[in-house]
């Protein structure tokens, strides 16, 4: 993740210095070589398919709600936490990485039919709430992903840390403070979720990056 020294992570108001920063940003994403990369619909909608609506036809027959594999010799993939099937898409791939979602069961059969025709993959998480527990295991299970890095928004980093799912933190701190009302930070913990104590950190490497980034690595404790 990136944020201003006060934890803020959209970032509309930042001007011409968001793409400076954002390229200082995807570098920092490449060197750690993962296999996966996640995000929720709200980050993907903005940043990746700009808002595109599913153009969806009556499937012909009820669909099981059971895992699609759209591609079934993909080795890197871009994951989107899409619970009620909102995203529209074009192809079954961002930059060359295999596109899963991960929905729960209320999606409608239209929906699953629009995406098996793309040949968008796809998982099931819970009826209605997703367990994200359960979405790191079927992506495990079903395409083999051992490493995942997720990137927000804040929401989607809070459940996961809520839920003890993430083990590292890697934190660009830019030298922005952004004052701006109502927006998220690094991590959201939604109002519908059981609320635990803040998380202890251990810090394992800082790095001071060009234009006065500030690069933050923490081991998150166990427990």
């Given amino acids: 993740m990136a944020s201003s020294v006060n934890g803020k992570i959209i970032a509309e108001s930042w001007g011409e210095m968001r793409d400076e920063f954002g390229s200082l940003y995807e570098d920092c994403h490449h060197s750690f070589g993962s296999q996966a990369w996640m995000v929720g619909r709200v980050t993907m909608e903005k940043d990746f398919t700009e808002g595109k609506q599913p153009e969806l036809v009556?499937?012909?027959?009820?669909?099981?709600?059971?895992?699609?594999?759209?591609?079934?010799?993909?080795?890197s993939f871009a994951i989107a936490v899409d619970a009620k099937g909102k995203l529209g898409w074009e192809e079954?791939?961002?930059?060359?990485?295999?596109?899963?979602?991960i929905l729960s069961e209320t999606v409608s059969d239209d929906y699953l039919q629009y995406l098996q025709d793309l040949r968008v993959s796809y998982i099931f998480?819970?009826?209605?709430?997703?367990?994200?527990?359960?979405?790191?295991?079927?992506?495990?299970d079903f395409f083999?992903?051992?490493?995942?890095?997720?990137?927000?928004?804040?929401?989607?980093?809070?459940?996961?840390?809520?839920?003890?799912?993430?083990?590292?933190?890697?934190?660009?701190?830019?030298?922005?403070?952004?004052?701006t009302a109502n927006v998220p930070t690094t991590f959201e913990v939604g109002n519908f979720l059981p609320k635990k104590g803040a998380q202890e950190l251990k810090l394992a490497e800082v790095q001071k990056l060009e234009s006065d980034v500030l690069w933050l690595k923490y081991r998150i404790s166990a427990g």
């Fill in 144 to 179: 083999g992903i051992k490493t995942l890095m997720l990137e927000g928004g804040g929401n989607i980093n809070g459940s996961l840390l809520n839920a003890g799912l993430i083990d590292e933190l890697s934190l660009l701190i830019l030298p922005l403070a952004d004052g």
């Fill in 125 to 140: 998480a819970g009826k209605e709430d997703l367990d994200f527990e359960i979405a790191l295991n079927q992506l495990h």
């Fill in 58 to 75: 009556k499937a012909a027959k009820p669909i099981e709600r059971k895992a699609f594999i759209g591609d079934r010799y993909a080795k």
């Fill in 92 to 101: 079954n791939e961002i930059d060359g990485e295999h596109i899963i979602e």
